[in-house]
């Protein structure tokens, strides 16, 4: 096999030391020149190469980059991503304003077009690598360098809402809501509650870490968020929303232990006290305008209530019978004396201490009960060896009359009635 020839780009080579030399001692301005011309022939080179050179160089720059990152050591790879930073930092800083967004929105295309191209193993992957590699970074950094990361992500948050149209904060909004959504809805069980974890312990210690000025300018924006959405909302979105809270509200109360529910009450207490304590007049006149409002409307709508039920009783008042209104006033007028009477004992007591009164009227009492009635004794009420002269069913022999029949039942015969309620008995 032949010699392999050695590279030209060799920095042993003669060209190569005769090209450092001359790098050495170019100027600020010469440097410029040289790397705007090289960028020109680049970019002449790139929109004249056809597509499958295009995918040719990328493939060879990968495998490139890939052997030249499996080679280097720990020294290396710090001193590079070192040079990089410091490079686009030069870069960032002398670039204008017109550079600054035509190189965003060449990214923002470039990314869009990999994002559209790439399978689902392919974005899994990614978003892998790149949990893995924020992960390593995070564990890494100091809390100086924490501070100094989440500062400058505030502020470039905070342009970057600043300068954003009404347009791109809704389908901004629109978008983080379904990616949510998605996200949401794929996680198990066991993410779920480690997501709630993690956010509770967050907001912890977020909010220990905060001093009352914090405090009190988050809630004042929340207050505004709040009431910016409460007064967008349509009246089918406000239901859903009080809905969902009382669905909430709900699971969460029923899952709650004792101990859980006196810690809640007794949060609520202190949070409510240091508020009252650190209110103004003019807040404190505020909250008991509210609370007046709040009642007044709460009392409209029971009075409403109250309405609604009367108009129903009138209702149905006005189409029973004769015989049911002699039914209803006469359980009226047993609950009434009952109630009335000297010798009235509470439910709650025993039964020792009950006065028991006899049961008179058996005709169609079996609807009211009554618990100073002692029933008992007229538990036994015998074999089903009768028949309904109404309905031609079996009865109990002791089986108040009317009873079988009352919700519309009715049999063919005697015999045949008999036969089958045994048969489906398990008598023979």
């Known amino acids: ?12 080579t003669r060209r ?77 800083a002398l670039e204008t304003f017109t550079e600054h967004s035509e190189r965003l929105t060449a990214d923002r295309e470039r990314h869009a077009e990999s994002r559209a191209s790439e399978t689902f193993t392919q974005y899994s992957d990614r978003l892998t690598a790149d949990r893995e590699r924020h992960a390593e970074v995070r564990a890494s950094e100091t809390f100086t360098e924490c501070s100094e990361r989440l500062t400058a992500d505030r502020e470039r948050h905070a342009e970057s809402r600043a300068s954003e149209t009404f347009t791109q904060y809704s389908e901004r909004l629109t978008a983080d809501r379904e990616r949510h959504a998605e996200s949401r809805a794929s996680e198990t069980f066991t993410q779920y509650s480690e997501r709630l974890t993690a956010d509770r312990e967050r907001h912890v210690e977020s909010r220990a870490s ?81 609370a007046r409002g709040y009642y007044e409307n709460s009392l409209q709508h029971r009075n409403e209530l109250l309405s609604l039920q009367r108009e129903r009783v009138q209702a149905i008042r006005s189409n029973e019978t004769e015989s ?68 031609q069913s079996l009865k109990w022999s002791k089986e108040s009359n009317g009873f079988c029949c009352s919700a519309g039942k009715f049999g063919e015969t005697a015999s045949r009635s008999k036969d089958r309620i045994l048969t489906s008995a398990g008598f023979s």
Request: hydrophobic letters at 25%.
């Open 1 to 12: 096999m032949p010699q392999k020839k050695k590279s030209s780009l060799s920095q042993y």
């Open 210 to 290: 905060e001093t009352f000025t914090e405090c009190s300018e988050r809630l004042t924006a929340d207050r505004e968020s709040h009431a910016e959405s409460r007064a967008s909302e349509t009246l089918t979105q406000y239901s859903e929303r009080l809905t969902a809270d009382r669905e909430r509200h709900a699971r969460s109360r029923a899952s709650e232990s004792f101990t859980q529910y006196e810690a809640r009450l007794a949060a609520d207490r202190e949070s409510r006290s240091v508020s009252r304590t650190h209110e103004t007049q003019q807040e404190h006149d505020l909250r008991l305008e509210l």
């Open 16 to 92: 190569a030391k005769r090209m450092r030399q001359v790098r050495s001692q170019e100027t600020n301005e010469d440097r410029e020149h040289r790397l705007a011309y090289n960028r020109e022939q680049t970019a002449e080179s790139r929109a004249s190469e056809s597509s499958f050179n295009n995918e040719t160089r990328l493939a060879t720059d990968r495998e490139r980059h890939a052997l030249s990152r499996a080679s280097e050591t720990l020294t290396n790879y710090s001193q590079r991503l070192k040079v990089d930073r410091e490079r686009h930092i030069e870069s960032r």
């Open 324 to 391: 049911e209104r002699a039914i209803r006033l006469q359980a009226d007028r047993i609950r009434t004396f009952i109630n009335r009477s000297p010798t009235f004992t509470p439910p709650s007591m025993d039964r020792e201490n009950y006065t028991d009164l006899p049961w008179v009227d058996k005709e169609n009492s079996g609807f009211t009960y009554t618990f100073n009635i002692d029933y008992s004794e007229f538990a036994e009420i015998g074999r089903m060896i009768r028949t309904c002269s109404h309905c």
